[in-house]
């Protein structure tokens, strides 16, 4: 699926100026824009959380996507270095950005953004704050309110804007309310009716000069009579090229207006959990490959489960080149593995929580799995939440995320064309940072702090064999350093790194525009820190146990990175996660815990039977009766899943 589709899509440099301008002018929305590529895991994860948070406020603010390898005047006008990166935009200005896959961060972004917009959405009128001085202070001449309703337009710095509006409103407002207890009437500057105008009179428009002479636009060659099309015969060569382009944007348009309502059909719209007044059989925490595989399991043994994970994620979204060692699986990127599996696992009746969770209480049967937004009742746990990555934990690293340090060179690297590169670390991620950088960028070079690579033979041959890459041995990296944007120098960008040479302790400055670090990852279990059993001799994994995936909490099951400190691949991960179904199964058995729901409306059924009149002189003997199955019939789905595993 190719994310970029959306109508909310910018194509050109001065359709993001005119749009980011207009706002400021005409509705006072702030405008979101999410900075993106295609291949790149961590935009595709954050692309649904973007779509619905521009639904959510959709009448609030504006949400546009670009493209960074389209539009790359916009990229280094803003100094984006990683992606994916969101910046917000109030009164035409640049108001806040971050880059990474952090859910919480865009919500926050989104929200803050949308509460500055209200807040600032007010009109102080001239005519308003003469009645206000007229009752508060009637010695002010009226050439004394022109001088301060002046002093508050200005402020606003922005030649278009000639009235006392927005925080400068709120400013003087605030200030004569100190001064004289009472504060001027502010109304808003916007009404709902002003900005859904505006937005409705933009959809009606093709979008690239479509006001200007000589070529009409498309829309109203489509929507007029004929004398309103342009004679195209007589056209200059310049109003040719302006048609050409407003045809094919609205043409564009109708098509992402299609493809943005096939997107919401999307499998995990449909298969969305709903909470319901029986626990459930089984929740699985994660959604990569051990995580999907245990939810492939137990759905098709009827279970039902629960797949709770942030909307796409897990490592193999980082993989914008293919995965070569999974069985089955041809030509076919991380993210479009992962992407294939989900779609598997809810064909077979798996439904997904969206959500993070945030801790399991164990203290009462059923558990419960706790998320930012619900609490799920579940009989079985299969803990799956993989990995992340490491960082170096070294000065500037922090500061520069998003400015050259990065921990994803298929996202990033595009950004590095033609400069030099370091790639930290020995293993397999960092081998294949290597290679895929070493396609656009003019060097790389590896750190490495020892003196042979623990990756794979294959994966290490190919690097060394590299006629750009080079490798730096026994080193470590000491600081990261970087300089303010010359486009935006509120943004610091990678000028170079101080690297360490283990063996002698001398130092040297390196050069370079980018640093990605891959040195290892993490397993993600910090939220289940206190609920399960550790293993002892490798931090961070999770104690199972007697050759299982069962942990030390009974009806808590792990699988996949978390709990595997040697292995740690697609596949491995796969197979622990179809082992955790099967051992969830049978947990459920051994505890006579089958499908409550199931069993309670067969329950009721009888009930209801038995308050029928009886089959004696009622004239029923010879009806089917389908309740008098019913009993068998929910115990049998319970005691069928066995058999089908
Ligand atoms: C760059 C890279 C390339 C790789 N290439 C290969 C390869 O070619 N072949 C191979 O076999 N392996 C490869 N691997 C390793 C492989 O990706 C992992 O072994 C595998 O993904 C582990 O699967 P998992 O399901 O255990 O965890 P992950 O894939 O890490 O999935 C974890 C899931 O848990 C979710 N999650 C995390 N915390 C929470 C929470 N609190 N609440 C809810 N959900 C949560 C995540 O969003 C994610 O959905 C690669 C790894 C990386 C980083």
């Excluded at 934990?393 to 050259?404: L, N, P, S, T």
Aim: net charge negative; charged share 25%.
């Amino acid at each position: 699926m190719n994310i970029q589709l959306t109508k909310n899509q910018i194509y050109w440099n001065s359709e993001f100026d005119r749009l980011v301008e207009k706002h400021a002018r005409s509705t006072g929305l702030p405008v979101v824009a999410d900075f993106y590529s295609d291949g790149c895991g961590p935009c595709r994860m954050m692309a649904p959380v973007f779509k619905k948070l521009a639904k959510e406020y959709q009448d609030k603010a504006v949400f546009v996507k670009i493209d960074t390898n389209q539009v790359h005047q916009l990229s280094s006008r803003y100094s984006v270095r990683s992606i994916p990166t969101f910046i917000s935009f109030y009164n035409g200005k640049k108001a806040n950005e971050f880059s990474g896959a952090g859910e919480q961060q865009l919500r926050q972004m989104a929200s803050s953004a949308v509460d500055q917009a209200e807040y600032e959405n007010v009109v102080l009128t001239r005519e308003s704050l003469a009645e206000y001085y007229q009752t508060q202070d009637p010695s002010k001449t009226q050439e004394n309110v022109d001088s301060v309703y002046q002093k508050c337009v200005d402020m606003m710095k922005n030649k278009q804007i000639t009235d006392c509006v927005g925080a400068a409103a709120q400013k003087l407002s605030r200030n004569l309310r100190k001064k004289y207890k009472s504060a001027p009437t502010l109304v808003p500057r916007f009404t709902e009716v002003d900005r859904q105008s505006k937005t409705n009179n933009d959809k009606a428009k093709a979008k690239p000069d479509s006001s200007s002479a000589g070529a009409s636009t498309s829309t109203k060659s489509k929507s007029s009579g004929a004398s309103d099309k342009p004679n195209l015969n007589l056209a200059t060569i310049e109003e040719l090229e302006k048609e050409l382009a407003a045809r094919r944007e609205a043409m564009a348009e109708a098509e992402l207006e299609a493809q943005d309502e096939d997107e919401d059909e999307d499998a995990e719209f449909q298969h969305g959990w709903a909470p319901s007044d029986f626990p459930e059989r089984v929740t699985i925490i994660g959604g990569g490959p051990a995580g999907i595989a245990a939810a492939i399991y137990a759905a098709r043994a009827g279970l039902e489960p629960v797949v709770v994970a942030p909307p796409m994620g897990g490592q193999l979204q980082g993989k914008g080149v293919d995965v070569e060692n999974y069985p089955g699986m041809v030509n076919v990127t991380g993210p479009a593995v992962v992407a294939t599996m989900r779609t598997q696992a809810a064909s077979f009746g798996a439904v997904f929580e969206a959500e993070t969770v945030l801790n399991i209480d164990t203290s009462t049967r059923p558990l419960k799995v706790i998320t930012n937004t619900s609490t799920i009742e579940t009989h079985t746990v299969i803990l799956a939440t993989g990995a992340e990555s490491n960082w170096l934990g070294v000065k500037g690293e922090w500061e520069m995320r998003g400015g050259g340090v990065s921990t994803c060179a298929t996202c990033d690297g595009h950004f590095y064309k033609d400069t030099h590169v370091l790639v930290v670390g020995g293993g397999d991620t960092a081998m294949e940072d290597a290679l895929v950088l070493a396609r656009t960028s003019k060097t790389v070079t590896i750190i490495h702090r020892r003196d042979t690579f623990r990756a794979s033979k294959v994966l290490a041959q190919r690097v060394i064999e590299h006629p750009s890459i080079k490798i730096k041995w026994n080193t470590t990296v000491e600081e990261v350093l970087g300089e303010a944007s010359a486009n935006d120098p509120s943004k610091q960008l990678v000028t170079g790194a101080i690297l360490k040479d283990v063996t002698t302790g001398k130092s040297i400055t390196q050069p370079c525009e980018a640093v990605f670090v891959a040195i290892g990852h993490t397993p993600t279990t910090k939220f289940v820190e206190g609920v399960v059993e550790f293993d002892m001799k490798h931090s961070g994994y999770i104690q199972t146990f007697e050759g299982s995936t069962r942990t030390s909490v009974p009806g808590i099951f792990a699988a996949g990175d978390v709990a595997d400190s040697i292995y740690r691949q697609a596949i491995t991960s796969a197979g622990s996660g179809a082992a955790a179904a099967l051992d969830a199964e049978r947990y459920l058995s051994e505890e006579g815990l089958g499908n409550e729901q199931a069993e309670f409306e067969a329950e009721l059924l009888r009930e209801m039977m038995e308050d029928m009149p009886s089959k004696a002189g009622s004239g029923l003997d010879d009806v089917y009766n389908v309740y008098a199955d019913a009993g068998s019939a929910a115990k049998g789905y319970k005691e069928s899943v066995g058999a089908e595993l």
